[in-house]
């Protein structure tokens, strides 16, 4: 889908007066059936590594982990939250780049962008336990404790055999009854799926049983704040702390890593 009508029909949704009347698109369904458009509230701040190119983000145990894409450099790392260091590193091989990231059991599983390959790691340790092949575009991953859930860019999202990584089954996403594609970094919360979509403000939530986007979340403040110039530093990044109840997001060079809470 081309990005200005993918710009058109989140804009669609904005609540009245938050976007100049002429930058707005006539509604794509009727009033009773399109998601709502919700905001966010932020709770804290914590620096995050303005360099990195951030492809997934995850909490696990009790620590914070991100892939982190660049050509060549590819990695997944240990974060610890109060600063931003990073305590501990895994490489990926340098001809591929590093996505999706999430956790199963006691292994973290990494998506590589074209190559088909998915690295296992310890979660502990970071050390290297395997690889797995998968099919398509890696570029989200999470996990809904049955299955591993990609995305690819596409509208589509594939559960996958958390060991094989054979597909299951699949569904569409779709906004107010049109597929919507550019869905990026994923995260399972709560039964149901996290999604950002690619230049897109916002985090849309995801019915996993038939893919409709049934909320829309307003990230657009925390863009501003950020203020990034580089069109590339887009939201990107979403870690639910499923113990102590905390949603945390970021984005690829962004300089700060925010807790925030959903209006529901």
Do not use: C
């Amino acid at each position: 889908m081309p990005f200005a009508r993918l710009a058109a029909l989140f804009l669609a949704l904005a609540p009245a007066g938050a976007i100049p009347q002429a930058q707005r698109a006539p509604a794509p369904a009727a009033a009773a059936d399109r998601a709502p458009i919700v905001g966010v509230a932020i709770v804290a701040r914590f620096p995050h590594d303005r360099t990195a190119f951030t492809e997934g983000l995850i909490w696990h145990g009790e620590a914070l982990y991100e892939s982190v894409g660049r050509e060549g450099e590819s990695d997944v790392r240990r974060v610890r939250l109060s600063d931003g260091k990073v305590v501990a590193r895994a490489t990926i091989p340098p001809q591929q780049f590093g996505e999706g990231l999430a956790a199963w059991g006691r292994e973290l599983v990494s998506l590589t962008w074209h190559d088909g390959i998915a690295h296992r790691w310890d979660a502990a340790t970071l050390a290297k336990r395997g690889e797995s092949r998968f099919t398509g575009e890696g570029w989200g991953l999470t996990g809904d404790g049955r299955a591993l859930i990609q995305s690819d860019g596409t509208s589509t999202l594939r559960f996958l055999d958390p060991v094989t990584l054979k597909e299951r089954r699949r569904i569409t996403v779709t906004l107010n009854g049109r597929p919507l594609d550019q869905i990026n970094e994923l995260e399972w919360m709560d039964g149901t799926i996290l999604a950002n979509v690619w230049h897109q403000p916002f985090i849309v939530r995801i019915d996993p049983a038939s893919g409709a986007i049934t909320r829309i979340y307003d990230l657009r403040a925390l863009v501003k704040e950020v203020g990034a110039r580089d069109p590339e530093a887009v939201a990107n990044g979403i870690a639910w702390d499923a113990r102590d109840k905390r949603l945390f997001v970021t984005g690829k060079l962004w300089p700060t890593l925010f807790e925030i809470k959903l209006d529901r």
